[in-house]
């Protein structure tokens, strides 16, 4: 069975009490359905998904992008880094 | 190029030292300093998280979209995470060019594509209770 790594930051990783988990890849399962497994077994996350963009690889993707085995999948949640004195 | 997200103290020095070269007539360097307040509420204390292998990636993107649009020299960034206690340094920014204008302007930009993208959080705590900050509003 093929399968993610998932990485939870911030206020999301909070909420599920977990920075990382690991997710079952089925046939054709996006950024966006690997969210819905993890809201399945993190109810608490639920509603999130319109806030939270995807990264896989590191790297920015559209909830669309079709997650392969060995991936590791990161849930972005808005960000503020920075300072607010600018 | 430096690219860095590092739980220890910053290191103004080694930022702006970094981009130190013969042809830069100019450094910028900017500081993210832990404020005591926000909107009205009196803060205690911050708490930084990363996505560190990405948020480097991310700074050394935007690091290279800046140097070709702008033409500067070198730039190096330094963001910390973990516990950050009111006056510390949360980010550095430092960019070298051949004249200043270039230099203050690169350093802005770099700030603000900073806050838009590199997967970075902060956490406000106050007095009665604390909040994950969504986006720099």
């Given at each position: 069975m093929s399968s993610a790594k998932v990485r939870l930051f911030a206020g999301l990783a909070e909420l599920a009490g977990t920075r990382e988990a690991e997710v079952e890849l089925g046939e054709g399962l996006t950024a966006a359905g690997v969210f819905d497994v993890l809201v399945q077994r993190?109810?608490?996350?639920?509603?999130?998904e319109a806030i939270v963009r995807f990264a896989v690889n590191s790297a920015y993707v559209p909830a669309s992008h079709p997650v392969r085995d060995g991936d590791e999948v990161a849930l972005i949640p808005p960000v503020s880094g920075g300072s607010r004195a600018v | 190029m430096l690219f860095e997200v590092t739980a220890d103290e910053l290191d103004p020095g080694r930022v702006a030292e970094h981009v130190?070269?013969?042809?830069?007539g100019a450094i910028a360097l900017f500081y993210g300093v832990v404020r005591d307040h926000n909107r009205g509420r009196r803060v205690m204390h911050l708490e930084y998280d990363a996505y560190p292998e990405m948020a480097t990636k991310v700074m050394r993107q935007i690091a290279a979209e800046v140097k070709e649009r702008f033409g500067v020299a070198e730039i190096a960034i330094q963001h910390r995470t973990g516990r950050l206690e009111i006056g510390e340094t949360s980010l550095l920014v430092a960019v070298s060019s051949a004249h200043r204008k270039e230099a203050f302007e690169a350093c802005q930009a770099l700030v603000d594509r900073f806050k838009e993208t590199v997967p970075v959080w902060k956490k406000e705590v106050f007095e009665d209770g604390e909040e994950w900050v969504e986006g720099d509003h």
């Open positions: 993190y109810p608490s996350l639920a509603g999130f | 130190r070269r013969d042809d830069a």
